[in-house]
């Protein structure tokens, strides 16, 4: 063997264990999946039967699966651009020269990111319920509220889950965001207050800008999560009521794992919602790379 061969072989040798388990656990997955997609398979004999792209057609006449994306789409346009924006607040404070105790405070915002979501699911739905600390907390202001609980009615599930949500996840953004504020070289902010500029400019002007990387990121993967929304759903309201909190990834459960023939019409679900994230993430990258040029 020559040099360069043996080089490669070395080079291929060490990327084996990577290339035996991506080709395992996502490759071949994704490969079974889009093949279940096109059959309608029994999980329960394991029996398939191919049927092309009738799968597909059946979702797009259904008219759970477009209140499902509604739904999705709802929760994903409701909590991103809040979730972000409370996110750089907050960054932007605890930064800041005048606040004490940062330590503190941003270990406390970042405390529900590493709480277990189906403990803080189960603690929202006692705080929703008809008898909760939200309903006895608004009769106290004497302000409207839904007798029956904010989970059982179909005008208040969703948001109720999305408050949830943000108030979850705004410390995890906020601690990325911090980390990229602090990356930023001090010798810049310097320069600007030497040439007369406040600090709302500095923040337009400097931070701002160089932060871009960061909420690009951010926002693509706040979109994704946000998309697969599954486990406050699952915990909090199965769905309900009347489909009201029903997103894309619990019709893709309730279908695979809840009747024995929809195995393939969950995985044409899945594979929509793949290409609507591809679709996603690609606009936001393009949108912030067009306002960055």
Known sequence: MT??????????????????????FWLYPLLYAAYLSLTEYYTLSGESVFIGLDNYRKILSDEVFWKALSNTMFFTFGTVPVTTSLALVL????????V?????????FFMPTV?????????????YSKEGYVNSLMAMLNLPYPERGWLLEPGTALLSIMAMDVW????????LILAGMQAIPNDLYE????SG??????????TLPLLKPTLLFILVINTIKSFQVFIEIFVMT??????????????IFTNAFEKSDKMGYASALAFILFFILIVFSLIQMKLLKERDN
């Open 238 to 251: 199965k769905g309900g009521p009347l489909n009201a909190t029903t997103t894309l990834v619990y019709m």
């Open 91 to 98: 960054a932007s404070i605890i930064n800041s020269k005048v």
């Open 100 to 108: 004490r105790f940062k330590e503190f405070f941003r270990s406390s």
């Open 168 to 175: 979850m996840a705004t410390g995890y953004y906020m601690v």
């Open 191 to 194: 320069s600007a207050r030497l």
């Open 115 to 127: 709480t277990s979501l189906v403990v803080i699911s189960l603690i929202f739905t006692n705080l």
């Open 3 to 24: 040099r360069k061969s043996k080089e490669m072989f070395t080079n291929y040798t060490m990327l084996m264990p990577w290339i035996i388990t991506f080709s395992v």
């Open 197 to 206: 500029a406040n600090a709302r400019q500095i923040f337009f002007k400097i």
